[in-house]
């Protein structure tokens, strides 16, 4: 019996999709081989805890009430606080770029200050342009030369030889002066400029970033209300040439200050060897893996504790920012997983971000234009450069996401890969 043609329409229709999802599925990558001993199996793909639902926090969260946080109220619910970018005059449509996003999903509601840190003057156009993008108030800051310059121990000679030595190991940016002072300032300076004095909390914001999810609270006094010293979003690996002595340093200092390290330490995580053992054999004993610190949401107050302090001035006479490329996040990495308390660290896994090529997707409905649980983008063999495998499994995700916590000990045991 010849059957209707609506229906022969839809038999062709379903067979066609059929076909479509069986070529897509025999084209996916069987290997995620990076070659040698840096092999990943595909199979061994970790299930993210991204792809669980992810909700806010729990109550009590601070919200948009009336006119309470209004960009001119002087009686605000804001408190000491700012979003903070240092950037290149040059780089303006990228700032511009991650203003946008950053006051679609969050600020338009809480109207934190802006500030913006220069180690030259802002253009006019740069204040211009920035200052249209919000109601919150903007600053403009000129960091000064003696938070800027090289020290005056570090030998030009040195850093131009040792800087070969490091582009031969491909490590990024090794000749690129700038690029070194950069991290020295995020690592020890940027907290000690005179505008920063009277604020305790910030939000650290690069140029070219994406935020994909509404922010509905204030993640200010999360901070505060919850006794959180640091909120991230991603960690990844190292480069371990670029840090080759940094945990000898960080031992040193150690041996002699053993004093400043938090009982609940995370120690078992910074010097993890289980999941890339050659990195934590080349960076002489630590994990290399770091909070990505181009986000960071943190308490200004531990940076100025005397243990960070101390520790910063130990690892600045070293001399590695500049003869090794010592990052501000494997620095405040270590500090923190060193000094602070563990429980006081907390995923942001509710903000949904892009630095390139790294991703924060949270499955959740207030999230648009990310993948959710996709960690990079491009290249599958940047999956083996997450390390937050490793945080779950010393640290944990945190009480905030304990719906996803009891799946963790399945999810680390059945899936994520041993990177070798
Ligand atoms: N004002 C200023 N900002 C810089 C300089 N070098 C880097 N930055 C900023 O420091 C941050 C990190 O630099 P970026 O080039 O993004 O480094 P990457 O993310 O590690 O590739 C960005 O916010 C840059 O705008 C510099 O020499 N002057
Ligand atoms: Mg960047």
């Known amino acids: 019996m010849a059957l209707p043609p609506a229906i022969r329409l839809m038999a062709i229709g379903t067979m066609v999709v059929f076909f479509y999802l069986c070529v897509q599925i025999l084209q996916a990558p069987s290997s995620l081989s990076a ?86 003057p802002f253009t006019e156009e740069f204040k211009k342009a920035t ?31 040792s800087a070969d030595v490091l582009k031969e190991q491909d490590v990024q940016y090794a000749h690129m002066l700038s690029y070194h002072q950069m991290c020295r300032w995020n690592s020890g300076m940027f907290y000690k400029h005179p505008a920063l004095k009277d604020m305790q909390y910030y939000w650290r914001v690069e140029p070219k970033v994406h935020f994909f999810c509404d922010v509905d609270y204030d993640v200010f006094r999360f901070m505060q209300d919850r006794n959180k010293t640091y909120g ?13 002595t940094l945990w000898p340093e960080t031992l040193k200092f150690l041996a002699a ?6 009982p609940n330490n995370a120690m078992k995580w910074l010097t993890d060897k289980e999941r890339r053992p050659q990195h934590n054999i080349d960076a002489n004993g630590y994990s290399t893996c770091h909070f990505w610190s181009n986000f960071e949401i943190a308490d200004m107050n531990f940076w100025r504790s005397s243990a960070y302090e101390e520790y910063f001035e130990h690892l600045d006479r070293a001399g590695g920012f500049f003869y090794e490329r010592w ?76 719906t ?12 994520y890969p041993r990177i070798i």
């Not at 960091?143 to 850093?159: A, G, M, T």
């Not at 509710?350 to 290249?379: A, E, V």
């Not at 996803?404 to 899936?415: E, R």
């Open 35 to 120: 070659g040698g001993k840096d092999a990943v199996k595909f199979s061994d793909m970790p299930r993210d805890p991204n792809l669980d639902p992810t909700g806010e926090p729990p109550e009590p969260l601070h919200r948009v009430s009336g006119n309470n946080y209004a960009p001119d109220n002087a009686n605000s619910n804001r408190i000491n606080a700012t979003i903070l970018s240092l950037v290149r005059n040059e780089e303006l449509e990228g700032i511009l770029q991650s203003m946008r996003d950053l006051e679609r999903t969050w600020n338009h509601k809480f109207n934190y200050p802006w500030t913006f840190f220069n180690d030259v």
């Open 131 to 161: 200052r249209a993008m919000t109601k919150a108030e903007v600053r403009y800051e000129l960091i000064p030369k003696e938070h800027w310059q090289v020290p005056s121990w570090i030998n030009r000679d040195l850093f131009r030889e």
């Open 232 to 244: 991230f979003t991603i960690t990844l690996y190292d480069s371990p040439p670029s840090v080759t």
């Open 257 to 262: 200050n053993a004093q400043y390290q938090h």
């Open 327 to 402: 990052g501000d996040a494997p620095v405040h990495s270590i500090a923190l997983g060193l000094f602070e308390d563990a429980s006081k660290i907390h995923w942001f896994k509710d903000i949904g971000y892009q630095h390139i090529p790294f991703f924060n997707c949270p499955n959740s409905p207030k999230c648009r234009g990310c993948i959710t649980g996709r960690p990079y983008d491009g290249d599958a063999k940047l999956l083996k450069e997450d390390c937050r495998p490793n945080w779950f499994k010393y640290v944990g995700m945190g009480p905030e996401w304990t």
């Open 404 to 415: 996803v916590d009891a799946h963790v000990d399945l999810i680390l045991k059945t899936s």
